[in-house]
């Protein structure tokens, strides 16, 4: 018995690309920059989020300052209206005994 004679097969060609080749250094060439690229923005958004920080604490003092300062000055408001209650009411007294 005779073995069948192979038929050659045609050489793939690249689909329109035009023989393009990739070596695995220019791979591990362009990760080593992707990962420099990465640790760049880490570090943008380390400082992003440290101004964040002091930012909100920041805020957050303002707003007990103004808290602080507008439960004093209700403290000091809250006289006048009973006090003008009570001349209304004694000056109601005075009529009526005086009438």
């Not at 073995?3 to 793939?12: R, Y």
């Not at 300052?65 to 209304?88: C, F, I, N």
């Amino acid at each position: 018995m005779t073995q069948p004679t192979p038929t050659p097969v045609p050489p793939v060609e690249p689909l329109g690309w035009g023989g393009v080749v990739i070596t695995p250094r220019e791979i591990y060439d362009g990760l080593v920059r992707v990962s420099a690229q990465l640790s760049a923005i880490q570090q943008q958004l380390v400082q992003h989020t440290d101004e964040h920080e002091r930012r909100d604490r920041d805020i957050d003092a303002r707003f007990q300052d103004h808290e602080t300062r507008l439960r004093a000055q209700e403290k000091a408001r809250w006289p006048l209206p009973s006090v003008a209650a009570l001349t209304a009411i004694v000056a109601v007294l005075v009529a009526i005994f005086y009438r």
